[in-house]
């Protein structure tokens, strides 16, 4: 995945010369994760630039140059790193088109790694993405292939607004996928199907999506069903492929790698109580991490929900 | 047109790079004892830090961030140090805090990826590693405002990196510490890189010690790899800062001579001649020389030494890989003083689908 998403910012910048990366160590160095190998050499120091350590300064920097014809796409190291950068975000970038109606706005786009499962020192495992999801304004989103990473960070550039782009450390070397540089985006705001089924609908993203796919294949062994949607836009929800989905299967399990309390499952059961509880025919199933602090790594996959905690969930609502 | 204001920057050196004594020894250096006191603690940080790098790269460690080429600036601020003094680390100075107490033991658990590392026996109230950039630097300046407030003899001192001088939270610490006359000193240790990216890119100013001029606080530069210059400059300071003089900025200049963590590979973006040049002036060696020339030291104590601390360093790797992985419940133990309810639940569920409770797993699964 972790070339998917370099390949994007190249077809990107080949294409759109206002398209500059920023960030720390995305230079000579190609970003500490790869993502951004090799753009230095290609595009130049004045496009692909290191940034001196300091994340308000990348996310403040991002809205000048934004509001001023540049379309910076800035990666923050992790999203550990990220707080410093929440004044910008929240109190200029995410509200610039408003409060200028429309006069300034900010199509910027801040990658970030999510999420943990690598054995990554403290601060560098968290999801956090419900904090972002609260903030209007900005979109969300969290690719969980290759391909769909490539196709969204091209959809998530071009967008006229900011976007908040997550990448799932797990994925970045997680599966091999030939993907096509054909400059081709996804749409940002709707889910994709991964597998279809018609007694349960499991939603998730990131990482997760390989224990609901891996939980889908052994429910199929014991003759169940299982519908696995990634959400991928976090913020805003495409709730109507959701409905559809629920309408069909009657019952719903939300897995998510972030803490449970106020996280985005929440809003997604809450979204498909207010439009479909007639459609219901158990009650909705949140498998998510803990409510503590992401452990270090010792426990990081007793923190992680296992293929198991989420087949335990889809046969509670089966059993009622 | 008048000039309102001037500054200058001293850069303190006492032994020079081949171990020549260049300026006055402080009374400390004097001390044999005390001297090889320094000496022994720079090496079984050094013997200590191959080990740990030796265990990553065999799946018994996490992420590591190495100290090598650190060992004079980290031991110097730690012997200029009182045992009642707090620090603030960031995560790379265990020279300092080996010297403070923290075991090596208690190390390698953090950096195995075990919260237990952080319950240091001693020193029980310096701060445990910071890795968000420059954070640290502000708790050090509220440590020092408590014990202002209780009029308390003691100091904090913050380490930062090169590049956390480009963080506002530094910037902040200082202006506050400055404000208040607080008891703190600040010690950046400019190793020449922030991962990939080199000080110069940080900043256009010429030093790093002159940040402390916009706080209205003394800021002076001294040889990193200087163990004597490190310790007087951090002592002075902070006699300075106990006996109500306020704050200072201390540059230490070093280089990192290792790659920022085990999961980064310097050679991608700087050259080797250059990090060949730097050994040339690495810490041990001018100490060592020093020690040689003055008579105190020879090959055959050397050779003792290094077995000595390989043991110790040994007994410690022993004692981590035989901890037992924590239990689920340690997620939920120390969140709170008391667990609310729902947790409780949760702690359950944790238990109910725990891999293997009880197996020690060294470097994860």
């Given at each position: ?7 994007a ?5 080949q ?9 720390q ?12 190998a ?10 692909v630039?290191d ?23 800035a ?11 929440l004044?910008?975000?929240?109190n200029?970038m995410?509200r610039?088109?408003n409060r ?31 904090m ?16 769909r990473?490539?196709?969204l ?12 782009f ?17 400059g081709q985006?996804l ?7 991964l597998?279809?089924g ?11 999506i390989?224990?609901?796919l ?17 959400l ?8 109507e ?6 309408a069909?299967t ?19 059961a ?13 009650p909705?199933?949140r498998v ?11 426990l ?5 929900p ?5 087949v335990?969930?889809v ?6 | 047109?008048?000039?309102v ?8 050196q006492?032994?020079?790079g ?38 990553q790269?065999?799946?018994q460690?996490g ?11 980290h ?23 080996l010297?403070?107490g ?5 190390i390698l ?5 075990d ?10 109230q ?23 407030l ?13 590049g ?6 530094f ?5 506050l ?11 950046i ?19 790093l ?12 530069q001294?040889?990193?790899?200087d ?12 006699e300075?800062?106990?006996r109500?003089?306020?704050p ?11 790659d ?11 050259s ?14 001018r ?5 040689v ?8 104590k ?11 360093v040994?007994a ?6 035989g901890?037992?992985?924590?239990a689920?419940?340690?997620?939920f ?5 008391t667990?609310?309810?729902?947790l409780?639940e949760?702690?359950?569920?944790a238990?109910?689908y ?12």
């Amino acid at each position: 995945m972790v070339e998917a998403i370099a390949m994007a910012h190249g077809w990107e910048m080949q294409h759109d010369a206002s398209v500059v990366v920023i960030g720390q160590d995305v230079g000579a160095n190609g970003g500490v994760f790869r993502a951004t190998a090799g753009l230095q050499e290609r595009f130049g120091k004045d496009r692909v630039q290191d940034t001196p350590l300091a994340e308000a300064t990348i996310a403040g920097m991002s809205v000048g140059m934004a509001t001023h014809g540049l379309k910076p796409v800035a990666e923050i190291q992790f999203m550990g790193f990220m707080y410093p950068a929440l004044d910008q975000i929240v109190n200029h970038m995410s509200r610039m088109r408003n409060r200028t109606r429309g006069r300034l706005s900010c199509p910027v786009v801040i990658r970030t790694p999510h999420g943990g499962g690598i054995h990554a020192p403290e601060h560098h495992s968290e999801s956090t993405e419900t904090m972002l999801c609260h903030i209007p304004g900005i979109r969300v989103v969290c690719p969980s292939s290759p391909a769909r990473a490539y196709g969204l960070l091209l959809a998530a550039i071009r967008d006229p607004d900011p976007v908040m782009f997550l990448e799932p450390v797990r994925l970045y070397r997680a599966m091999r996928q030939e993907v096509n540089d054909d400059g081709q985006a996804l749409p940002l705001d709707a889910c994709f199907t991964l597998r279809e089924g018609g007694d349960v609908t499991i939603v998730t993203w990131g990482a997760m999506i390989m224990e609901s796919l891996r939980a889908g294949a052994e429910l199929d062994e014991r003759g169940i069903g299982a519908e696995v949607i990634d959400l991928a836009t976090l913020s805003p929800i495409d709730i109507e492929t959701i409905l559809a989905s629920v309408a069909k299967t009657g019952r719903l399990v939300i897995v998510h790698e972030a803490a449970r309390n106020v996280g985005v499952g929440a809003e997604i059961a809450a979204l498909v109580a207010e439009h479909g509880l007639y459609d219901l025919q158990a009650p909705i199933q949140r498998v998510a991490g803990f409510d503590t602090i992401m452990p270090l790594f010792k426990l990081e996959h007793d923190y992680i929900p296992s293929v198991q905690r989420i087949v335990d969930a889809v046969e509670l609502t089966l059993s009622g | 047109m008048k000039t309102v204001a001037e500054f200058k920057i001293h850069y303190r050196q006492i032994l020079g790079g081949n171990g020549a004594v260049l300026a006055p020894l402080p009374q400390f250096a004097k001390d044999s004892a005390e001297v090889l006191r320094m000496y022994r603690a720079m090496t079984l940080v050094r013997v200590f830090d191959a080990k740990a790098v030796n265990l990553q790269r065999t799946g018994q460690l996490g992420t590591y961030p190495s100290s090598l080429g650190h060992e004079a600036a980290h031991v110097g601020v730690g012997a200029a140090m009182r045992p009642e003094d707090v620090l603030a680390p960031v995560y790379r100075e265990f020279g300092t805090q080996l010297w403070r107490g923290v075991t090596m033991t208690e190390i390698l658990t953090y950096w195995g990826g075990d919260e237990r590392g952080n319950d240091f026996a001693v020193p029980r109230q310096d701060f445990a590693w910071c890795v968000p950039i420059a954070t640290q630097t502000l708790h050090a300046a509220g440590a020092a405002m408590a014990f202002k407030l209780r009029k308390e003899p003691r100091c904090a001192l913050a380490y930062i990196g090169d590049g956390g001088t480009s963080e506002g939270a530094f910037y902040e610490a200082l202006n506050l510490a400055g404000s208040r006359a607080l008891p703190v000193v600040f010690v950046i240790v400019n190793n020449g890189w922030a991962i990939s990216v080199p000080t110069k890119a940080q900043t256009a100013a010429k030093t790093l010690a002159q940040k402390a001029v916009a706080a209205g606080i003394p800021g002076v530069q001294v040889d990193g790899n200087d163990v004597f210059a490190v310790r007087e400059v951090v002592g002075e300071a902070l006699e300075s800062a106990r006996r109500g003089a306020g704050p200072s900025v201390i540059e230490a200049l070093t280089y990192r001579l290792s790659d920022h963590t085990t999961a980064d590979d310097a050679s991608r973006y700087r050259s080797g001649e250059e990090v060949k040049d730097a050994w040339a002036l690495e810490p041990l060696l001018r100490i060592r020389r020093f020690l040689v020339d003055t008579g105190l030291w020879h090959a055959a104590k050397e050779r003792a030494l290094l077995e000595e601390c390989t043991l110790k360093v040994d007994a410690a790797v022993t004692e981590y890989l035989g901890k037992v992985k924590p239990a689920t419940d340690a997620m939920f133990d120390h969140l709170f003083a008391t667990l609310p309810a729902h947790l409780s639940e949760q702690r359950l569920i944790a238990r109910h689908y725990s891999s293997k409770p009880g197996v020690s797993k060294p470097g994860g699964h």
